[in-house]
């Protein structure tokens, strides 16, 4: 049996209340919306697991990949879901670039 603990954490209320929002607003604007809101979700999740695969070697919950993929996803037009998967890709791999600089002191 599988036990699942999930950290209440300050991403997670982020992450249930942007769902909330993006549930609602494909309510009041149409369902047809729901294939962006997947593949930016999905886009950010995925690069984000597969970068953190990499240099962690071990499989990390993408809390924030899920947050900016839903923010993503719902920021842009309907219609662009090839600029949603480019946008995706751009901000994960700059979370990345911008988290592993080194800290420079002036």
């Not at 609602?24 to 690069?47: E, M, P």
């Not at 219609?79 to 751009?90: A, F």
């Not at 988290?99 to 420079?104: A, D, I, L, R, S």
Request: hydrophobic share 50%; charged share 10%; proline share 3%.
């Amino acid at each position: 049996l599988m036990h699942l603990r999930i950290n209440r954490t300050p991403k997670f209320y982020m992450i249930i209340f942007l769902i909330i929002l993006t549930i609602i607003g494909l309510y009041l604007n149409g369902i047809k919306n729901i294939l962006q809101v997947i593949i930016g979700i999905t886009t950010c999740t995925i690069l984000d697991l597969l970068i953190n695969y990499y240099k962690e070697n071990k499989i990390i919950f993408p809390s924030s990949a899920i947050i900016t993929g839903i923010i993503i996803s719902i920021g842009i037009a309907t219609g662009t879901k090839l600029w949603i998967i480019l946008l995706s890709i751009i901000a994960i791999i700059s979370k990345h670039l911008i988290k592993n600089k080194p800290e420079t002191y002036i």
